[in-house]
């Protein structure tokens, strides 16, 4: 008889699996900044010099001592004379006195004496000044303009020393331009989680095979294979098991031994999830902690840990085993890489259909976000604004890859609700 599954609620049996794992397990490695996007910072990155390390304009126009402006209007300008411009990429070799102004760029290092820019949509030449020998320009202005104002001071982005990066970020196009901008070109990563890749059944076969009859290509492996890379880990793929306990030992055996993290794909299905489970058990200690989850899809899903290790069953059905890499192993890889908490991306929509579920079990449903027809967005009768999403669920069973290929997002059903209704706003979490 197949083992009575003890259904855990997926919230208590994600804590319980991540209370056995030690956080960032992952040894740190020095990447080029370049090639360093979408990894995990190792270690706390201070700034070696402030930014910017000198003062600069914000715009065009002319580097001026703020209060010789003060009183400017079109009605009454200030004349000051221009003793010269700035030369960009250099500092200026000249300081500016009273009444005194230079032609400076965008970006362009502020001469001693300035400590503002008037932009040059208020100003205007007058004409020349000075004597033969050293011609000057008159420039008139006719706006004041603040101590700073269309400037950036030294330091102002960051301080000398200050931390820009806390350990445990994820790398984006910003952190990257921000590393180069202080000098870093190398940085110090978590290495990816390595991720070991079984599936078991004798009627699974590789994609590039043709199918008889009673075969199906194997989808789960690389399914989890991007989600893994997206989250930041590594896959290793150990290929298609057969249906026997001593394969599946053997293979699983050798993936803990070379991986972070083991899952196994089909084995927990109704049919073989006590020969997974039995496996988990002999890998070492403590083993099977969760037989079950709470939640559809996913029901049949293992949750172990073999000597620090994560060892996870995740049902043969292709929607249910993404969905719940999402739920399980995602958290995983990112408590191995020391991963800062962040919020998911997820949007605000209208539901379209009424959504039932059964009370205690917690559901997820794959929707398509739609845009409403604008004359379907009516404001409501307090003048608040409909949702700018509608969800739309996508209705499949959980071996139809397809229902999930075409959704946005998932929706939660609380294990409290016994569902949805129609017009509800409702959470999306984006994938």
């Not at 293992?302 to 999402?326: D, Q």
Request: net charge negative; hydrophobic share 40%.
């Amino acid at each position: 008889m197949p083992e009575f599954l003890t259904l855990l609620p997926p919230d208590q049996a994600r804590a319980e699996l991540l209370s056995h794992i030690p956080a960032q397990t992952v040894d740190s490695e020095p990447v080029d900044t370049i090639h360093a996007l979408g990894r995990f910072t190792a270690a706390d990155v201070f700034a070696p010099h402030p930014l910017p390390e000198f003062p600069r304009t914000t715009v065009d126009g002319y580097a001026v001592r703020a209060k010789d402006t003060f009183g400017a209007s079109d009605s009454l300008p200030a004349y000051f004379t221009m003793i010269g411009e700035v030369p960009m990429g250099d500092a200026p070799d000249f300081e500016l006195g009273a009444g005194q102004c230079a032609l400076i760029h965008t970006g362009g290092m502020l001469p001693s004496g300035a400590d503002a820019v008037v932009m040059i949509e208020y100003t205007q030449t007058t004409g020349k000044g000075g004597s033969r020998s050293a011609p000057t320009e008159e420039i008139e202005i006719f706006k004041s303009v603040a101590d700073g104002e269309n400037v950036i001071r030294i330091g102002e982005d960051v301080a000398q020393g200050q931390l820009v990066i806390p350990k445990g970020t994820q790398l984006r196009p910003a952190e990257i331009g921000g590393l180069m901008a202080l000098g870093i070109t190398s940085v110090n990563v978590a290495k990816k989680p390595l991720v070991g890749l079984i599936s078991t059944g004798d009627e699974v076969i590789e994609p590039s095979q043709t199918p008889r009859p009673g075969q199906v290509r194997d989808i789960n492996t690389y399914t989890l294979s991007a989600l893994i890379e997206k989250a930041g880990g590594e896959a290793i793929r150990y290929g298609i098991i057969s249906d026997q306990f001593q394969a599946l030992k053997e293979a699983a055996t050798k993936a803990l031994s070379e991986c972070d993290v083991v899952i196994i794909t089909a084995g927990s299905s109704a049919s073989t999830r006590d020969m997974t489970a039995e496996v988990i058990r002999q890998l070492g200690e403590p083993g099977v902690l969760v037989h079950g989850i709470n939640t559809r899809p996913g029901k049949p899903t293992i949750l172990g840990v073999c000597n620090g290790k994560a060892v996870i069953g995740l049902p043969g059905n292709p929607v249910s085993a993404l969905v719940n890499g999402y739920l399980f192993v995602v958290p995983v890889i990112e408590k191995l890489l020391g991963a800062l908490p962040v919020p998911k991306a997820t949007v605000q929509a209208t539901l379209t259909v009424n959504l039932s579920s059964q009370a205690g079990r917690e559901d997820w449903w794959p929707v398509k976000l739609l845009r409403p027809e604008r004359s379907a967005a009516m404001s409501s009768p307090k003048g608040k604004s409909k949702d700018e999403w509608q969800a739309d669920p996508i209705f499949g069973k959980s071996n139809l890859i397809f229902t999930l290929a075409a959704a946005d997002g998932l929706l939660r059903i609380h294990p409290d609700a016994t569902g949805l209704s129609a017009g509800e706003t409702v959470e999306v979490v984006l994938i």
